[in-house]
């Protein structure tokens, strides 16, 4: 039996090799991967450490026998290249948050998931209230009925909620700020795939899916990108039809775009940039590649080894949701908090500043 358990421990540790080095080649560059990459990242460390169990077994009492150390290198080899896409955040692990400054921009990146569509709007609001943020980036101002996005204006109870903030907004997306806001503008990505639907009487829903605001904070102004990249899946209609793949490519379709526009516009501006909101990618995914090469990666800083923001309804098993910065800027702190069952995502708060010291 442990004999039968070894050899098929070590075709495991092979196989599994082979899944993770043809993850990472093909991850963000072929759309058929956005079906994989729904899988928990946690996956590329607990399957290797699970099958080193009888890759060890196997070399037990056989130090002169190399082949039976062949399936623990194929699982420490998975290991290593799969760590980094795990999501896994072992800079932040038994670190204490360093203080927040004077003068840090309090900044917080939610997916409110359809507003307030199915909740109390009192529960909804108060929630909001309680982060007393300068800047909120906030996603899915909409509702949603019979699988269509519906225009939502709820202008006049966030003056009333907010008052003395600015709100910016464009389609789904809407930034409040209690900052000046100097200029707003949606990117729009019909430049590389009009996605409209026909006959779409929320068009905006469609072709922008970052907000980007410009505000005065302090002595400069900094550019804060409101994204919201679209999901991987479209399963309107059903999952094992005909049209189903053909739903996955469009969707991906609209996923470069959306990042496309997104990283054309980062490229020529000049001013201090943070990008944060819900990206529907997870850390193993090859997409968030288009940031990193940009700007950099914020992680928590409360010391969660695996942070997850989706579903927070259930089993949160995935982190969906990120904020990336320029080097000139400082993450004081970073943390997921509980959206309270308001959403299936947490939200994002952060404390950042700049080289330039207080921003507000």
């Known amino acids: 039996m442990r004999r039968r358990a070894v050899r098929v421990g070590a075709v495991l540790s092979f196989v599994w090799l082979a899944c993770v080095v043809l993850h990472t080649v093909l991850s963000g560059r072929w ?49 290593a290249l799969g760590a980094g896409q795990s999501g896994l955040n072992l800079d932040a692990f038994g ?38 943020a300068d800047v909120y980036l906030l996603q899915e101002y909409l509702n949603w009925n019979d699988d269509t996005p519906v225009r939502l204006d709820d202008t006049a109870r966030l003056h009333a909620e907010f008052p003395g903030y600015t709100i910016a907004t464009d389609g789904e997306l ?31 829903f469609w072709r922008a ?23 991987q899946l479209d399963t309107s209609s059903g999952v094992f039809t005909p049209a189903f793949l053909g ?28 990008v944060a909101g819900d990206f529907n990618t997870t850390p193993a995914m090859g997409e968030l590649s288009h940031l990193d090469r940009i700007l950099l990666r914020g992680q928590p800083t409360d010391g969660e080894l695996y942070p997850t923001s989706w579903d927070a309804r259930s089993l949160g098993l995935w982190r969906l949701d990120f904020t990336y910065h320029d080097p000139a800027m400082h993450i004081a702190q970073y943390r997921f908090r509980d959206s309270r069952g308001l959403s299936d995502h947490d939200a994002q708060e952060l404390w950042i500043s700049t080289a330039k010291g207080s921003t507000t």
């Open 31 to 79: 759309w058929p991967m956005l079906l994989p990459d729904l899988a928990p990242p946690l996956l590329l460390v607990a399957v290797p450490v699970l099958l080193g169990v009888p890759a060890v077994l196997g070399v037990v009492g056989a130090h002169r026998n190399p082949r039976r150390w062949a399936p623990v290198a194929a699982g420490v080899a998975s290991l």
């Open 95 to 132: 670190r204490n948050p360093a203080p927040v400054p004077a003068g840090a921009l309090h900044v917080v990146a939610w997916n409110t998931q359809y507003w307030d569509q199915d909740e109390d709007p009192g529960a909804f609001y108060a929630y909001l209230h309680a982060f007393d």
């Open 174 to 204: 809407l930034t409040l700020s209690r900052l000046p806001i100097t200029a707003s503008r949606a990117l729009d990505n019909t430049r590389w795939y009009a996605s409209t639907p026909a006959g779409s009487d929320f068009p905006e």
């Open 209 to 231: 899916k970052t907000l980007r605001t410009d505000i005065r904070a302090g002595d400069q102004v900094v550019s804060l990108y409101n994204a919201h990249i679209p999901v």
């Open 247 to 274: 739903a996955v490519r469009t969707q991906a379709k609209r996923r470069s775009a959306a990042w496309a526009a997104l990283t054309d516009d980062l490229a020529g501006n000049p001013a201090p940039r943070l």
